[in-house]
Each structure stands twice: as C-alpha cells, then as structure tokens.
C-alpha cells in the first residue's frame, strides 16, 4: 500500500505526510497518535511521474509542476520518509 | 445593441471579533472544548489594528493592490501609520456599530441587545449618512435580567458577545423546532443582509441613484434563507431591495458557490442588455460560516486570529453611459460539464477561450482578476497562496501557448505585471474576483489600460450532489466614449 497525495504546498504535503506515517502530527484527527507507517509519495516526485503514461501526466498534472513549489514539495516529503525510516 | 456597463461598486466591511466564536469551525471546536474560545479571544485583534491592516486598506481602496508588493510584511506586525474606515471603495465599521445594523436589519426581534449597549450603539450610528432614523428607532435594548433568562431557561437562543468577552445581547429563533431557522442560522442570514444592504445604500448614493429607479436586484452570496421546507431558497435580493428603499425593486438570488458573484454579473449584464430591466444591482453579504476558519494555524505561529471581518459588495449595472467600463458580454468564458476538473482545462475555459473569442493574447490584459484572497490568512494556515498559484497558471497556460517564454523567471514576470497580491478577507464569493473591480473601475475609466479580466471558481463537491468544480469569467473594457 502507498499513500499518493496531491497537496499544493510543502507544508501540508508534511502534514498529510506525517499523518500516513508517524500520526497526525496536530493531534486532532483520528490518527492523532497512530503510526501506520505506509510509505508516501507526491504526485509531482519522479518515483510516481516516471511511472505515468507521459500524455496522461501532461494533459492531468504537468501544469501544476511550473505553478507550484514543486522542490519545496519534493524536500519535504524525503524529509518526512527519511525522519519515519519509510 | 450597446454592452452593459459597470457604473459603481462598494465594499461594506465589519470587524467583528466577537462573532468569530460563531464562525463554523470555532462553532465547532468550541462546543468540544470551551478553553478554545479563550485561546482565541487572546488572539482577536482590536478595531484600530484591523483598520490599520494594510489589505483592508486596499479593500476601502486607500491603497493599490500592487502597494502590498512593497508593503513591509508580515502586514499583521506593520500597521500603517495612517488609515481610515472609510475609502473611495467602501467602509468598514466597528463591533458595536455591526451589532447595532444587525438589530436595524431584524424585522422578527430575532436579536435582543442589553438596553445601555443598544442607546450606544444607537448613538454611534444616529449619524451615518447610510442608517435611517426608522433603523436608529428600531435598535431599542431590554434589560440585561431577560437576555440573561432567556439565554438559561430554554433553548433557541445564542449569546452575542464583544471582543472583551461581555455579553451584550442575543440572536434567538422564534421556531425552535425549524433546524433551518436555528439561531446560528438566523445571525448568519441576517449579517448577510446587513453587510449587502449597507453596500448596496452605498452604491446607490455613490451613483446618484434614486432607490425607486432600480427594478432588480440579484443577491449571489452562499447563505441559505429558507425554512425547514425550502432550506437556501432565498430570497436576498429582495430582501436586501426592500432595506434599501428599492420600493419599485425586485429580485432573486444566483446560487454558485463562489463564483455565483460572477455568474450573477453575467445574468445582471444580460437582462441590462436585453432591455428586461434598465438598471440591475448585484449584492453579495458576507459569510460569517468562515469567520475563524484558520484559528487552528493562526495560534499555533501565535499570530492574530485573522478571519476577524466579514465583508459584503454591491454592484451597479446599466446601459452604456459612454464613460463606465463595459462588460464584454462577448467574452464570458465558461467552465462547460464537459471541461473536466483538471486545473489545465478551467483555465483554458475561463481565460484562453474568451480570449480567442476576442482576438486578445494573455498580455493583452493588462490585470487578471482571480480568487483574491489574502495570503497572510491562508499562506501561515497551511492553505497556500491562491491568488498567486492562480496567476502562476496563467502564466504558465501562456507559455505553453507560445506567447511567453518558458521558465520561471519569465512567469513570475507575467505574474508581477498581470496580477497583484491577494488582500480580500477569506469571505468566499465575496473573495473572488470582486475586490479587484473597483479597482479596475478606476483604472479602466482613467485609461491606464484597456481590459481586465474577471475569473473564479467554485467548489460544486462541496454540497455532495456531484464531484465537479465549477467556473465562469468576463472581460471588463475601457468605455471607448470615455477617449
């Protein structure tokens, strides 16, 4: 199982990140405290972009690789995978 | 035939800390914990640091949307030395004052006020230009003993709170088994109608207008009015024309979710156009739902407690005048059910389709208008900055057509020219594209450039009934009688 998450910004790519991995790090939602531990990916990572029909991923997701801050993104979640050991 | 025209529009803005603990999230989390009403009241900020709050100064238009660029940031930790309520765009009032409309737009005696607060807050607004004295007659308080007995003895009523935490009134239902007219309901629907109808008096007496000469007026907020049998039903514009002495005025509401302001300017545009009324009124209340919305992310960097305002507007639309910018009916872009909700192909419906329609390149518009909501509530909440990931894809559907080079250092280029910090309160459909107009308005009139475009969109999924977004835009035109 892998989570693939779509979240605009770095800092809720972590958030969602955290959740899936370690628990929800603001302690409010129901895994607040549960460590599932699944591996998590963003769809603007080349792991998940190297695995898309090239045509799909271009008409569905590349615009937003030139809109967001996709390096913040992309550190982000290699920071949360290498903290959680996923 | 001769294209509509945009004569007026203005903003009506309350700072309403108080009500922020009626907002649907502190609502919420208040219920499952009242130390979270604390929290936040700590964190509420006074009237005079909301005025001198730079993107509500672009919001009364004492400022350019473009200033924020060099405005010191955060814009929360650097007031502006000098600021004003009220500005060539609109006015912002005070929590007392706010209470006081709230009672003036009550025809049920839905809200009661302590008897001193309400000679107060009566004596506070006996002399805006825009309150009539019917309305200042009409804020009469009880003694505090009934506010206090009818808030402990039944249920169907919800306290009215100050900023410094007294209670100064209350909002009940007089139907306690209608869940549609439960009290928090009621205080929503009627701040709607207070903030719409202050700007619509305000238009109208703006433009020189006689009430009795309008004939409709469309309300295209998110609210919902109605009884447990026709929930959202409406009718605001009517409501709202009859607070504003538009006797010979009627009305309906355009629902949308937050790009219904926008779908309602086309509908408003196009009965001016057709001839089925000569003058049309747009009027979109605030939403106090979202007061609060981000409380959460705000505590925690223990900055201010932000979603402390709401927001209304009301537009003005009419045959050409040979001055007024003109709205391209010609260039209404539109988010078909076909279009998909991928991000690529709502842009291309709402901005490259119209374009084309009109012979126009991206550059050709001198200022986008999109989802303008102010990134220091949104950015440090963990919500992103819209406005700028929206100009972002137009600049980035731009490149891809060839007519800007590709690169970011070519899109943030197009986004500095083409668009402009986000400054509106996170009010919904108040929020988008809307805040810009009056600027546009000036510019356009004073010939600065010659077309602005108007986009938003809308969250269809929210209400479960399908999973599509949802969009509409138009392009707003130098008038060429004005040359």
Redesign the interface.
Same mark, same amino acid.
């Given at each position: 199982m892998v989570v693939l998450l779509g979240s605009?910004?770095a =800092? !809720?790519a972590e #958030?969602y990140a955290r959740t899936v991995t370690e628990g929800d790090p !603001?302690w409010v939602g129901p895994l607040a405290g549960i460590a599932l531990g699944l591996p998590v990916f963003h769809v603007l990572e080349e792991e998940v972009k190297s695995q898309f029909d090239a045509a799909v991923y271009k =008409?569905?997701v590349s615009?937003?690789e !030139? #809109?967001?801050d996709t390096d913040d993104i992309i550190d982000a979640m290699r920071q949360v995978r290498d903290a959680v050991g996923v | 035939m001769s294209q509509p025209v945009v004569r007026e529009i203005r903003f009506f803005l309350a700072h309403t800390p108080g009500l922020v603990r009626h907002g649907s999230k502190p609502t919420r989390e208040i219920h499952a914990n009242h130390s979270v009403w604390q929290d936040i009241r700590g964190s509420l900020r006074s009237f005079d640091d909301a005025v001198a709050y730079a993107p509500h100064q672009v919001m009364l238009g004492n400022m350019q949307p473009d200033d924020l660029n060099t405005a010191e940031a955060p814009w929360y930790e650097n007031m502006l030395a000098e600021y004003s309520t009220s500005g060539p765009h609109g006015e912002m009032v005070n929590e007392d004052q706010f209470h006081g409309l709230l009672k003036a737009a009550d025809e049920f005696d839905l809200v009661l006020l302590e008897e001193g607060y309400a000679t107060r807050v009566a004596a506070e607004l006996r002399n805006h230009p825009r309150v009539t004295d019917e309305e200042i007659e009409r804020i009469q308080g009880v003694p505090f003993s009934r506010i206090e007995e009818r808030l402990s003895s039944r249920e169907g009523a919800i306290p009215l709170l100050t900023r410094d935490g007294a209670t100064i009134g209350l909002v009940q239902t007089d139907y306690v088994d209608d869940p549609s007219l439960a009290p928090d309901i009621l205080l929503e629907n009627l701040a709607v109608k207070a903030t719409a109808t202050m700007a619509l008096r305000s238009v109208l007496a703006e433009s020189g207008t006689d009430p009795a000469s309008l004939q409709y007026v469309i309300g295209s907020g998110e609210e919902a009015i109605g009884d447990r049998y026709n929930r959202g039903g409406g009718n605001l514009g009517k409501a709202v024309a009859e607070a504003s002495a538009c006797v010979n005025s009627t009305g309906a509401d355009v629902k949308a979710f937050c790009c219904a302001p926008v779908h309602a300017m086309v509908v408003g545009g196009s009965l001016v156009q057709s001839g089925v009324f000569p003058e049309v009124a747009i009027v979109g209340g605030c939403s106090l739902a979202k007061l609060g919305m981000k409380y959460r992310g705000h505590l925690a960097k223990e900055i201010p407690v932000m979603e402390d305002v709401l927001a209304g507007f009301a537009v003005l639309m009419g045959p050409d005048d040979g001055t007024s910018p003109v709205l391209r009916l010609d260039s209404v872009g539109r988010h078909t059910v076909g279009a998909g909700s991928v991000q690529q192909a709502i842009v291309e419906a709402l901005v490259a389709d119209p374009l084309d329609r009109l012979g126009l390149k991206f550059g050709d518009v001198a200022k986008y208008a999109t989802e303008m909501h102010n990134p220091e509530i949104t950015d440090t909440a963990g919500s992103g900055n819209v406005p700028r990931t929206n100009y972002r894809l137009i600049a980035a559907l731009a490149a891809q057509r060839g007519e800007i080079p590709t690169g970011s250092e070519s899109r943030d280029k197009f986004v500095e020219e083409h668009g402009m910090p986000g400054f509106s309160p996170t009010q919904g459909h108040v929020a988008s594209a809307m805040p810009f107009m009056a600027h546009a308005m000036d510019d356009l009139k004073a010939g600065e450039y010659q077309y602005s475009m108007f986009l938003a969109k809308g969250s269809l999924f929210l209400g479960r009934m399908t999973h599509m977004s949802d969009g509409e835009s138009f392009i707003m035109e130098a008038n060429s009688g004005a040359e």
């Open positions: 605009p910004t =800092e !809720s #958030v !603001s =008409e569905q615009i937003m !030139s #809109v967001l | -």
